[in-house]
T-cell receptor, first 116, second 113 residues
Framework: AQKVTQAQTEISVVEKEDVTLDCVYE???????LFWYKQPPSGELVFLIR??????QNEISGRYSWNFQKSTSSFNFTITASQVVDSAVYFC?????????????FGQGTRLTINP | KAGVTQTPRYLIKTRGQQVTLSCSPI?????VSWYQQTPGQGLQFLFE???????NKGNFPGRFSGRQFSNSRSEMNVSTLELGDSALYLC????????????FGSGTRLTVV
């Protein structure tokens, strides 16, 4: 069965600090997809990144970076020099191949608060 | 390019009533899926439609149903509402499935009183 665990329920940091959000997943499939979404107070889930299981290259997009490690089944997300606008709930999600590609299994989310 | 549009944004219903929520996907997207978000259970998959056919279904009672029209717009219906159905209902669309990623709408916040 597929499962996503985000052990950090809430994180609070001061602006300009770096922060890492952890994500650990479980799946029996060798082909799967991992996602990160951001949910601001408005409620919409904003797509941040999608990574397939065959691409372990880390990715950087501006202040955001992602560290994918199959050996530890982790897909961690780091925000560098955090800003108040980064405050939101962040979700990690997993999707398997085949019929599993039709649904996302989400972690419980990490509420990130950036204080000025 | 317009995003995923969900209507209405807010809804208040009485226990025992039924409700229909609507979702218009991004133009060209044929897959539409629905999720329920509650503080206790988090984000849970309800069902997914592709070309008017339900391809996958989550673990929800039969009171939750959906359909997709030929223009890919989708509706979900909840009958005999219970207090526990109060939630944010999110719709997502994709060209095909997770291989293309899913774009979410702003959701419909349903309150059952």
């Amino acid at each position: 069965a597929q499962k996503v665990t985000q052990a950090q329920t809430e994180i609070s940091v001061v602006e300009k600090e770096d922060v890492t959000l952890d994500c650990v997943y479980e799946t029996r499939d060798t082909t799967y997809y991992l996602f990160w979404y951001k949910q601001p107070p408005s409620g919409e889930l904003v797509f941040l990144i999608r990574r397939n299981s065959f691409d372990e290259q880390n990715e950087i997009s501006g202040r955001y970076s992602w560290n994918f490690q199959k050996s530890t089944s982790s897909f961690n997300f780091t925000i560098t020099a955090s800003q108040v606008v980064d405050s939101a709930v962040y979700f990690c999600a997993l999707s398997e191949a085949g019929e599993g590609a039709q649904k996302l299994v989400f972690g419980q989310g990490t509420r990130l608060t950036i204080n000025p | 390019k317009a995003g995923v549009t969900q209507t209405p944004r807010y809804l208040i219903k009485t226990r025992g009533q039924q409700v229909t929520l609507s979702c218009s996907p991004i133009s060209g997207h044929r897959s539409v899926s629905w999720y329920q978000q509650t503080p206790g259970q988090g984000l849970q998959f309800l069902f997914e439609y592709f070309s008017e056919t339900q391809r996958n279904k989550g673990n929800f009672p039969g009171r939750f149903s959906g359909r997709q029209f030929s223009n890919s717009r989708s509706e979900m219906n909840v009958s005999t509402l219970e207090l526990g159905d109060s939630a944010l209902y999110l719709c997502a669309s994709s060209l095909t499935d997770s291989r293309n990623g899913y774009t979410f709408g702003s959701g419909t916040r349903l309150t059952v009183v």
